[in-house]
């Protein structure tokens, strides 16, 4: 057997896009794997490496070529390829020349499924060159890849995410010779931009394996991985020398890390007087515009010091500090001039200008959706407090919900909505209640972010995702499959969220007539439908919040089908359910349960019996239990009395036959079981328990 | 750096590599890239490498001279180079050099920014280049001008003029920048942008959000619809039927920015712009592919 090598492919182009690598690297891997199965071949390992100018795969121990394949071809029975006089029949000749043989190899052999001995030969066909196998597929490889925005350049009509200026393509120590849109491959690349400034020429790589120490050495750290893990060294030591941690942010990290070849992180200063601005106003500039990190003291208020991510390893005369301090200066001074600007005026004067903001076609307005929200507080606030004041500061919030959005302010950062009404609020003076639930009406944004910090913020929130989801339905905009461009189901898993995590006693039901109400005759489908599929819709919402909630999924299945309306019992029911599955006495009970099941498939039982028909002890003792258990309304002390029925249940079936002879008893036993189960599925159903 | 000195290093930088010095065109608009230098020159498989400064307009961005980093209209140094050249990243990154710019102590990194132009039926890939964390440069690879496809490829570089000079200088105010100095029998003066620019700033920063007459716009917008389409429909004539083209986006931008234009009527107004733009374009193509023919027929006739 050959001795493996190792395969390595590296396109590098002008920059490209950071959002288009990672992608680009693991659709050519997936290709690139199935091809190497689809040739007999394999590797040990196949991996991916990108930078901003480079994409590359390296696969580890594959053969120099594809294994020799053998195959066997039956042909005619003996008899009819040798004649009686021990020569080959013209017919056994033509058998031999028609596999490319000659008769001597020709063997005699009784195959399976065969009733006497055939012409059999074995071919074999000797496997190609891997080198070869690669120089003729790649090309295609490479230009079958899906690039979302390709362009053309040049006078060429390849299409590629970026122009690609060279190739390097190796099988061990050998290039693979392969030519792509006039580019050829060699055994050499080309390092960082600054290290060619004194190394003219390109990088030779020669072997795969030192691939990444060849061009760490020319100023390209290729693994993303490791680029990733040294910018967060260094913002880490970074903000510790300035007393102060990093203001975490995953995907800006991910983001310098696919910028820069090779990572520098710089630390800058900012003027103290733009902390006067909002935190997250600052937060959002330095990230949007300089893709900047910011460092909070041990309170939490900023510090005036970034950091940002350099594409090189030093900042030798200070320009990068100065640079970024010096750009990220116009832009604060920028959004210093919206928030001053935006706080001339009060926030309520952009009520009437969301006339001209359009929400959706159908629905309306921004002002009308306004106008809905306040309707709904109204419904919803009304239930939940009776002191007018704190409903007039809840309808306070909702008319003053959107009013941020025609500030300049979330014009140049829409992320800030919300955020920025909120604080405008505040500085003009309004209560805390007020400003805090407007501030925090969008949330929860997503399933990692948390609901509301106050029951009015709570409120808000719901009443506004509400009318976004029951409008939407309710003029046809469903989110079906992976389409929900409008975001619904977050949406929707915001509200149960909500009502899970403050125990507000609102059913679906209840939010969808309500929801139904303020959306009025704007609505473009008839309303049971739309009810319909709401309800639907959101029984998928408090399932998937069942699996949030981290409940195994027997607990969440038996709960479920023993109702999801209301919230608050259906947390209840699993909490008991979780704590009680550990209990031993629980598969018994299970077991029991599913067995009464069963037996009450067929049969019509009544709920109504005369326990003086039931003779057995085992049958009179769990009677007894289910007297106890009818009047017990606690769900947990229920599930504790259920708990203590697992024993009698098991005695009940060890010791009485349920579908006896006489049917005055067997009606008494199938009722006395059907009542038990009425009692089991006030809190599960325990046959969907596995 | 004076903002003569940066130019003038510039034009000689793409002259010296094979590029026409081209002239500003003497009608308002936004962008350098609405010159015919540009848009006409993108079209069609004629070689073409050009270099010229554009004065730029942006009603909206006016700040009545007072904000130090946005004004109303500012200068782009635009390149086309046709068909893109395999080494035009390194060109560009020479052509800082000769700015004075030493990369081996800056931060330059190409971050993806695709353009594109609704009212011209224009759009390309490509980055914004960015020195120490500055946009210094927009670089696209034109995909398509006019709704046609380009064949071959230009690349756009654009240059932002007071952007460059104020970071090389360290300025905090672009009013404070030098344009240049005269020089007279009694001495040197230095002359600032501000001087030169901050009133204009001013008037144009207040006719364009206050004092534009918006009937009169709105009229004009129609006019010079009316006329364009004349123009090219009636007479073929696709160079001055651009030229409407340009007046009826600056008309545009002018009402947007005394914000006359609904976000729902707004995509409407640039489709109208977009479609005489793309008229023009198609009209001058078809005017390059028979005069190419007239020329080979020609040639054909002198051959006999």
Redesign the interface.
Known sequence: MSATKTFLLELHCEEIPARFLQPLADEFSTALSAWIQGQGLAAASLESFYSPRKLAWRGIGLPGSQPDQTDTQVGPPQRMCVGEDGQPTIQGLKFAEKWGVAFSAVRFEQPAGKKEPCAVVTITKQGRPTVDLLAEALPGLIAGLHVPKAMRWGSSEFEFVRPIRNILCLFGDQVVPITVDGVAATDSTWGHRLYHRQHPGPVRIPTPESYESALETAGVVVSVEARRTRIAQQLETLAAEAKGRVVADAELLDTLAEIVEFPKIVRGDFPVDFLELPKEVLVTSLREHQKSFCIEGPGGALLPHFLTAANRTDDPAGFVKAGNEWVLKARLYDARFFFAEDRKHPLSDRLEKLKALTFQRELGSYHDKTGRVVALTKALATKLSKDDEHIDRALEAARMAKCDLRTLMVGEFPELQGVMGGEYLKHEGAHEEVWMAVKEHYRPIGADDAVPSTPMGCLLSLCDKLDTVAGCFAVGLIPSGSKDPLALRRAGQGIVRILWERGWAFTPADLIAAGLRVVGTRATKPAPETTEALLTFFKDRVAYQLEQAGYAGSVRRSALAAGWEDLADLKARCEALSAFAEDVRFASLAQSAKRIGNILKDELASGDFDSALLTQGEEKVLAEHLGRLEATADQKALLGALAELAEPLEAFFNAVMVKCDDPALRAARLSLLHRLRQAFLRVADFSLWQ | MHIQELILRLQRFWADRGCLIGQPYDLEKGAGTMNPLTFFGALGSRPWNVAYVEPSRRPADGRYGE????VYKHLQFQVILK????KV?DLY?ESLEALGID??????????D?WESPSLGAW??G?QVV????EISQFT?F?QVGGLD????S?ELTYGIERICM?LG?Y?NIFDLVHGEVKTDDGVFPVTYGQMRQREEFELSAYSFEHADLDLHRHLFDAFEKEGWHLLNDLGHFLSAYEQALKMSHTFNVLDARGAV???ERPGIIKRVRDLACGCAKAYLEHQEGAAAAAETAGKGGAK
């Open positions: 904000n130090p980093f946005r068909p893109s050249p395999a990243q990154i990369l081996s102590k800056h931060d330059l990194r190409f971050e993806e695709n390309g890939v980055w020195l120490d964390g500055m690879y995909q380009c064949r071959p490829v690349a970071f360290g905090d609904s976000t729902t």
